[in-house]
């Protein structure tokens, strides 16, 4: 949990809502619901993703934390319907009288929360951990990043993102033919991508205490995405093989300011933003649902099989994207609220 | 701050001492001092150390929460002497009436902390910066690092780690001509290093809040320590290339147990321990101290000049490795006790 | 936040609903909705109230974290919905565009969140403040508290409170004569009451660290109730004038069992359960709202003046008991959960 | 865990030392090691003491955080070693081999953690649970509140504290006369204080959610003091017999300024400073050792018994308000740094 920006997000992939609680928002920020939803319809689209994700299109609800279009300082609750839901209510339902074993299922998916989640918790059904390790539960994560967002616009923070690597191909017209060649034989790609954020103040996080760290609390934010599996800044990943002589971005001066020439950190050093740049990079793997099934264990009966297939995107980095960086948004708004006094905003800093 | 094994590390790089504070152990575990010491050992040994590190050797002092060889289940307290205090004492010293400008410098070490810190905590003296932001505080981070260890240990929890990459080496023949060639010019370098836990129990971790996933956890942990700048699971670096059809790690049975022949997420699905050993890769940057020195910029005057030069390493991945090892093992002990019941320890489990 | 059992409340007190995220509970135990909604009842009840109280009844909403009448280990959502909210829909308005100043006022309340509230958060409508740091929002918390008991309840623990004082009165039938005198003159009255949590087991809380004790927490958890101005364990209001030879609890053997003959301490000693009754104290001041209003500033036109009045209950004593007692029960289920393994409950402990 | 003044502090009675380390500390601020000598001293006075405290005098050693007089903004570590430790040494030794059973006793004191922590912590030698238990550990928070008062004092905030009663007594003459008396029969007193903080800055704390509530954090750091078993805020502790027409303050106007006649509810409304002295009483129990002995059971034997007599106080109600203006300084450190940006101060606010 972050210090000041605290948030805790719930809700099944197929019960009624996604709903999340931010506190610690300061009084007196603008919220623009259109922006949030713009978000959400933003994680929802992609080259790759399946039918479903193109026709529902996600918006979210304030119930509290909001007055005439202001945060009055108090928690903000954020809701997001299932749209789908009357097909799932018995399935999904709250009482125990509605027990059944409709849509159960006991085979384990390689690459999903299933095993490690029905030992933890005790559960049969596997359903009982499907239903929270969806990624279905980042569409109210975007929601959260952004409002998040909004406090860091006030502060003239900008943010963009773009897709790097998808299989082989490196531009848009390549990860299309990656995509197009992977849906034909059933199989599922994932990508490289980077997350932007530019005009942070200096000094955002600290060197003085490891739980401080910027780079530290962002990657954590990055990492806990349930399909990203390597979090790196800037040039970060290739520190290996550039020596120090190049790796290190020097200083100059230019009108008086200081300027760099490169930023292979990132725009972090000691923990901290040195003025350039954030830049993150992160690796999804491959979404785990695949046309042509993994061999598995069913836990039933405890005999081998092949994966039970649900969904039907071929690739989600984008979508992963846009999860990646309402997550890095929720840390910087977190930081900036401990950096400024944060009680009421001002209209203009 | 973990939630069950928390601390909190201070000191100076020239000061007296670091030391560590850590509440929340269980009483009745068996402190081995001589272990922590090994391990201290550990972080400062490897190729491409400097003068300094071959002579000294960092030993840890226990004044707290361990009586009679075990734990009483109170905050330990750790401290580790820096033996060269006795000629940084007036340099360092707390006292107003010993202020001097010795040792004090005003130029901007790319890389380095010096630039973001001293804007974020108004300081005029870079020393004020580079005292804490040193990785010289990382020796106290070992330090607990190896009691966490040693919690592990009695749940029969193993562990080693390997250097992976340095410059175009891949082993360690190679290593050390890298290292040669880098030094004989000034230069630096970098490198890439493997992690891994074994027979950590199923389930440590969540996936059912974002803060409770494991790789979050480590990645924060690993990601915090001052040179790290990419950390991956298993072959997740390589998740944009590799089909799902290849990447997920189908399961079989043998002997009625469930296994795996493949393990490319590095042991973690849904944020949780899945039985396979923990793997975590991360990338060191090289060394921003060079003999061959950076452009960077005066903040006295703010003129452009070159950077100060003032350690001696050429490389420091094995250390780096130790480091991380350190911070995995407080991220896991703080599982294990979130998981099992921790007010004290048995003799066996 | 508590370190297990997290939960952020949310919700304005005229506005749509009032939610709550629950999370870090185990998976399988029994949510029975009819309890927590006997719980709500219960706060809405008791001698003194207005007419609003009598006739609304709340009931609770789960959205997620529970399926077929067991938790799934994930997070869950409580809501509260307003049933009065049509007609503050516009009052309440999350728009910016139904901005309004229909319901708006400027002058403070003695003894509420008003003054301090609208200065901290730069507020000119002091509903703005009213509107969160209404006593309302102790209903979601009692819906939440009622989960906590529903765990203590698999673990035996029992509890109970009663009503110490009322003004003079120290039985029921004084109680309501103070009441109706009160009542009659247009004057409100506060109490003192005594929660008491018993079977708890022993060692819950620590004394190692000062943020561990239970009864600390237990003392923030009541004393943050917003009209609870005391909080005591056992005897210990009366800890200044009885010696140290009659306060303390002296043990003895019963049948081969600890056994004491008196419990001054309340259950408490070393900041952790002894193994006696749990015994909290606490005052409530009088209700800030009068009839006979008080002499205070409108902050318009900074002139003085005579608060205005909303609310007419005269004494609420039995409502903040109920509050006290979920507010306790949420510190203990969190204690119960770091003490005992938590992932899932096993039919019988 | 507080959230920017985070600390923890280690420290068996007889150990070597006790240490603390405190985190989140601005840099820039003059840290006054005589200051600290002096609270210390504070804590160790008081008519009731017995001879060890009058001689013996704790001075701390700052090893971080701290250089040339002022706070670098990194961790502090604070020690105060045990002057006595010489005669311990053996006793509370780290090591394993020099395991004896001087000093060790079975004998349950009533009403201190010997029972309950034995239980929890699975000890025979009940001194493993008093080493960390004792009052002693109260030292160093004392110091670490220091700390937080060298702040509040740089935004020109004051603080004193009073006894209100002992025993009988209500002046200075009979509490003496109380004590004489009890130390005369071998019997131990508690008593009544009030600790005052003024020119505290409006909107210190929050209504918008339970824990932070400025009277619940400051609750939790004065309760759990091991001796304290009640608090109140004003005189909350009357709330149940003063009805709403006299508790709650009125606000006039004063040359265009807001005052009040009264402060009977001690500073806060709403969980938050409203610009009136921040008021707190509580109680302190006698000490639990006495001269008389008090039934209880030997655990290595299971008989009744009396309990082992080891200090020699009558009464220590001055040190504890001394510990508990220590306490509260640390809580209202951390909002003040919640409140205003604190990665460095400037010379005036």
């Not at 740049?277 to 993994?294: D, E, G, H, N, S």
């Amino acid at each position: 949990m972050l210090e000041k920006f605290r948030f805790l997000t719930a809700g099944e992939s197929h019960g009624k809502c996604l709903t999340a609680i931010i506190e610690g928002l300061p009084a007196g920020l603008g919220i623009d619901v259109e922006f949030i939803n713009s978000e959400l319809k933003r994680r929802q689209q992609g080259y790759g993703r399946g039918g479903r994700m193109k026709i529902e299109s996600d918006t979210v609800e304030i119930t509290s934390g909001v007055r005439f279009g202001k945060t009055l300082g108090s928690p903000l609750t954020l809701i997001i319907y299932n749209k789908d839901f009357e097909n799932w209510q018995k399935i999904m339902s709250v009482k125990a009288e509605d027990e059944t074993d409709e849509k159960s299922f006991s085979t384990y998916r390689p690459g999903h929360a299933d095993y490690a989640g029905s030992v933890k918790y005790n559960q049969k059904d596997l359903r009982n951990i499907l239903e929270r390790s969806s990624a279905r539960k980042t569409a109210i994560e975007v929601a959260v990043g952004a409002v998040a967002k909004l406090l860091l616009k006030h502060y003239g923070i900008e943010w963009h993102s773009e897709i790097l690597q998808i299989g082989k191909g490196k531009n848009e017209e390549e990860f299309h033919s990656e995509i197009d060649s992977a849906k034909s034989v059933g199989d599922t790609l994932g990508g490289k991508f980077e997350v932007v954020y530019e005009n942070l103040p200096i000094g955002l996080g600290s060197h003085v205490h490891w739980d401080r760290c910027l780079d530290g609390k962002v990657a954590q934010a990055v990492m806990s995405i349930p399909a990203i599996k390597s979090v790196s800044f800037g040039n970060g990943e290739f520190g290996y093989e550039i020596p120090g002589s190049k790796f290190h971005d020097e200083m100059f001066l230019k009108d008086g300011k200081i300027v760099r020439k490169t930023n292979n950190a990132g725009g972090v050093e000691g923990g901290m933003t040195n003025g350039e740049p954030l830049v993150v990079r992160a690796v999804m793997k491959p979404i785990p649902t695949l046309k042509t099934p993994l061999n598995t264990v069913d836990s039933s009966n405890m005999t081998e099989t092949t994966a039970h297939f649900e969904r039907s995107d071929t690739c989600a980095v984008e979508a992963c994207a846009v999860v990646a960086e309402a997550r890095i948004a929720c840390v910087l708004a977190n930081e900036i609220m401990l950096m400024y006094p944060s009680d009421f905003l001002t209209d203009k800093v």
